[in-house]
């Protein structure tokens, strides 16, 4: 019995003699500057009565934040993360007998304002009970470095393909495909902190106002690649 409609033909991936294809990939690799430095902040408290412990560590967490908002906009953004209170149980001897009792509040703070950074983190770790982790320099997700990348993945996919045909003796044709399969490779934070200074932490505050740390950003490496197919003019190759 004879179809009164005719099947779909299924595309050629490799095109046709009289439409030949090149596949190509392009990729692009950027080194630029951070944008945005984050630091990780503890503020801890120990005592033995638990009311104790709970206003100290209010305490330590409000003059950390109020620090840190001390600094306008050089601080693009802060939040407060996990935050802990548990006893301490004695080791030895029966019962449950509570030591201790140890409360710890963990902030984030985001800044753009490198030089107010090195300020920012010695001040912070001069508090008491207070350990500072950092920086981890990023870029912003919407940074204009990922767009040039991208760009310059796809103006690359081009000429490699332009060369292909120009090694024929031909001229491309039209572009049949352009596929994104991943525009840039940077780490998100914290899974890769990049140059990260040491933690620090101290006990107390000291009479003298610590020296601020010269921190260096770290270049950030930015990687697009693209998949490309263009159609071209048939060569003659005879």
Do not use: C
């Not at 099947?7 to 990729?27: D, F, K, M, N």
């Not at 003059?63 to 996990?82: F, N, Q, R």
């Amino acid at each position: 019995m004879t179809p009164t409609t005719e099947e779909p033909q299924p595309s050629l991936p490799y095109g046709t003699p009289e439409a030949p294809r090149i596949a190509v990939r392009g990729e692009a690799h950027l080194e630029v500057d951070p944008e945005i430095a984050r630091i990780g902040i503890t503020v801890a408290a120990r005592g033995t009565d638990r009311r104790e412990a709970l206003t100290d560590l209010t305490r330590r967490n409000t003059t950390a934040l109020d620090l840190i908002k001390s600094y306008g906009d050089a601080v693009e953004h802060v939040e407060t993360g996990t935050y802990s209170i548990s006893p301490e149980l004695t080791k030895h001897g029966r019962g449950e007998r509570i030591r201790a009792y140890h409360g710890r509040v963990h902030i984030t703070a985001e800044l753009t304002d490198f030089t107010a950074l090195g300020e920012l983190t010695t001040r912070l770790a001069d508090l008491d009970l207070t350990r500072v982790d950092g920086p981890w320099w990023d870029l912003r997700p919407d940074s204009p470095a990922h767009r040039q990348a991208r760009q310059q993945a796809v103006h690359e996919a081009v000429q490699r393909a332009r060369e292909y045909a120009e090694a024929l003796g031909t001229t491309l044709a039209a572009l049949v495909e352009l596929a994104d399969i991943g525009a840039e490779n940077t780490p998100p934070y914290p899974a890769a902190p990049g140059r990260a200074m040491r933690s620090m932490s101290f006990a107390g505050a000291t009479p003298e106002e610590a020296p601020a740390l010269d921190l260096e950003p770290q270049r950030q490496h930015v990687h697009a690649q693209v998949n490309a197919r263009f159609t071209m003019t048939p060569p003659q190759l005879l």
